[in-house]
Structures are given as C-alpha cells and as structure tokens.
C-alpha cells in the first residue's frame, strides 16, 4: 500500500500542528491516547429480559475497542462475542464504525504531531486490512493455525486516515448459528516510529452493533461452512479439500473473496504497479472435480471513494484531499486494484453450486497460477447450505 501524501502532512504539520514544547511531546506516549474500551473478555453483548425475546434487540459486540499497532494487548486485533437469542431470526444487521484521530484535520489541535513528526502519535494514515471473523461456540479447531475455524463475514479496507460505516446482513449466519459465537476484528495496523509517514503509535477504534429482528427466518438454513480463511502465497500451491454435505438441501452457495497485497516488483502487462495489489491475475474455482469459472479479481472504481474536498491553511492558503480518504495521496486513492479500493468493502464472488445439494462428501479447489511468488493474496471462502 502507498505512503500518505507527504505534502498534506507537512502543510499540516505547520498549519494547524505548530511548534511544541518538549513537556507536550513527553505527553504524546503511548499511554496518553484515549482511554480504552473494554478488554475483550468484558465486551459482553447488552442484556434483554427474558420476556423481550420475541422482540427486536440490539447487541453491542464493540464499543469504540482499541486497535493497537504495538504491544500484547489489542495488537491488531479485539475479540468479542455475538450472543443470539431466540431464533429463528427474520433479519439481522451489523453495522461496523471505524474511528480514528487522523481525520478531521482540526482535530489535530488536541494531539499534535510531536516535534520532528507529521502526524499525532495515534494516527494510522494508511490504508489496511479490516476483517471480522466468526466462529460459533464449539466450532472444530483449524489444523493449520489451531485456532477455532472461522468464517470471514467481512473483508474491507480501512481509508486513509478516514473514518468509515459498514453495514452487513448477518441473517443467513445467525440462522445458522444461534446461540454464541466468538468474533475476531482484525486490523493490519503499523506504527512508523520516527512518525514520518503514519503516526508513531497508530491505531484504530472500532464500534460494532448487531440489529436482530426475531422472526421467520427468509430461507431455511442448515449450515454454513467455512472452507478456507487465510494468507496465500504462489509457493503455497492449490488450496483444496473436501467437506460433508447433510440430508436435505435443496441449494448450496459459495462465497469466495480475494484481494492482492504485497509490495514485489513484477514487470508484467497484468500489473499496474507492485504485486499483487495492483496485478490482475487469474484465480480457478472448481468443485467436485470441475471448473467453476475462472476469475480476475480486480477493481476499476475505486475514484469514487476521492470525493475532492478543500482544506484552508492558517495562512489563508489551500490544499486538495480525498474526502473518503483523507490523509491519502489522490492518484494512489483513485487507482485500479487487485480487487479491492481503500475505505470500500469487498463483497464476495458468489454461485449456487447444484452438485452441493447431494449427501455425502464434496470438494473444492482453488489456484493463483500466475501470482508473483513474492505477492500475497488473502483469501477465504465458505459455503451455505439450505433446504426447503
């Protein structure tokens, strides 16, 4: 991912930050940001009355949860829980906030940067990974990482230095999945520690509620299932396996997402830029021995997320920035990518696969042929299966 545009932080860093003493830059240590949101053990969704269980309830999963891009705590990631009651669920919606002290720019008068830096000390100004994950409780343990197995129900890209609202339709996992599952909010927040390119103690906050409406559930839904959920790599080879289907379903869907990161150079007319964030490759999907499609993950329409806003200096000057993506350099902001945009959600490739309908043993094959070997794509995929 591209640095933030330097002159937006210079420019602000003596418009609206100034010179500061050495008793204010002593202050801005890591122990001096906002204060904490609850620890993950205590972030417990809201209480209902045993007689409100009919009645539409919302659940907190996280209240403004810290982020860290340093330490044991909270480093890259917050966990929760998502607490469903009753059942069957006829909708429900979570809405995921992200809050940061990197945008508005006038609110770099309460942290400013410390002298030598151009950014407040908890201002993350690039753009990230931004995942949730659930499992439910007594989900089967993953081989590979010994971690519950875990199905991806987001997968966005934080802006630069922006805040951002996602809103998710969760009904089909809750009818699922009643009951508890954990979840995993997942940030690929890094500190800079000289402050010169992102602040040196960037972090992010995030606020995730769940809108649960009890009622008849819009389709019946036996299962879903995660296949993969991981960090790919050309050396890594096809990524395959198999699951069991049960008695009774009548329509199966996959859901695939991928997106390109990494920083490698590759020459090749498929790139725009560095690998794999800015190549277009090829990505097969096959199931029960055959090809489903061939893909080409890539994202042409990422200038809408650089709505062209004007910011005044104390001088009476002006600079020009992304609305959506404040602290981003323009031409970086608009740029195609290997299917993703930063600040934007990633929706998944979806099908209905009918040969998942019949009982007994399935398989799946995913492959990258032509992926940089120094590139990385993360990947997951997961299957629903209902019946009538």
Not at 284 to 301: C, I, K, M, N, Q
Not at 326 to 340: F, I, K, L
Request: aromatic share 8%; with cysteine; net charge negative.
């Amino acid at each position: 991912m591209r640095a933030p545009a330097p002159a937006i932080a210079l420019a602000l860093l003596c418009a609206l930050a100034g010179c500061q003493s050495p008793a204010a830059q002593d202050a801005q240590t890591p122990d001096a940001q906002a204060p904490d949101a609850q620890a993950p053990d205590a972030q417990a969704p809201d209480a209902q009355a045993p007689d409100a269980q009919a009645l539409p309830y919302t659940l907190t999963l996280y209240d403004r949860a810290p982020i860290y891009s340093y330490g044991d705590k909270n480093f890259q990631e917050a966990l929760s829980a998502l607490e469903l009651r009753g059942g069957p669920y006829e909708r429900v919606t979570l809405t995921v906030e992200l809050h940061t002290t990197c945008f508005p720019f006038e609110g770099w008068a309460e942290e400013p940067p410390p002298a030598g830096q151009s950014w407040p000390p908890s201002c993350d100004a690039f753009d990230r990974n931004f995942e949730l994950h659930l499992s439910p409780e007594g989900a089967p343990t993953d081989a590979r990482t010994r971690a519950p197995a875990e199905l991806e129900v987001m997968r966005a890209i934080t802006p630069f230095g922006g805040p951002a609202r996602h809103a998710l339709d969760l009904t089909d996992y809750a009818n699922a999945h009643g009951g508890r599952s954990r979840a995993r909010l997942h940030i690929t927040t890094w500190s800079d520690a000289a402050g010169r390119v992102s602040g040196s103690a960037g972090m992010w906050r995030v606020t995730a509620r769940a809108e649960v409406r009890p009622g008849p559930a819009p389709r019946r839904v036996l299962a879903a299932v995660p296949l993969l959920n991981l960090s790919h790599r050309l050396a890594d080879g096809p990524l395959e396996g198999s699951f069991e289907v049960p008695a009774g379903v009548t329509r199966a869907r996959l859901e695939y997402r991928a997106t390109g990161h990494g920083g490698a150079e590759d020459p090749s007319p498929r790139c725009a830029g560095p690998a794999e964030e800015f190549c277009r490759r090829t990505h097969v999907v096959a199931v029960d021995g055959r090809d489903l499609e061939t893909l080409y993950p890539w994202r042409d329409d990422c200038a809408l997320g650089c709505t062209v806003a004007t910011q005044e200096r104390a001088d009476g000057s002006s600079f020009e920035y992304c609305a959506e993506n404040p602290t981003g350099a323009m031409g970086s902001v608009r740029a195609p990518r290997a299917n993703w945009c930063p600040g934007a959600l990633t929706p998944p490739f979806t099908w209905d696969v009918p040969s998942f309908t019949r009982p007994g043993a399935h398989t799946y094959y995913f492959e990258i042929p032509d992926a940089h070997p120094e590139g990385v794509w993360r990947l997951s995929a997961a299957v629903y299966l209902f019946g009538d």
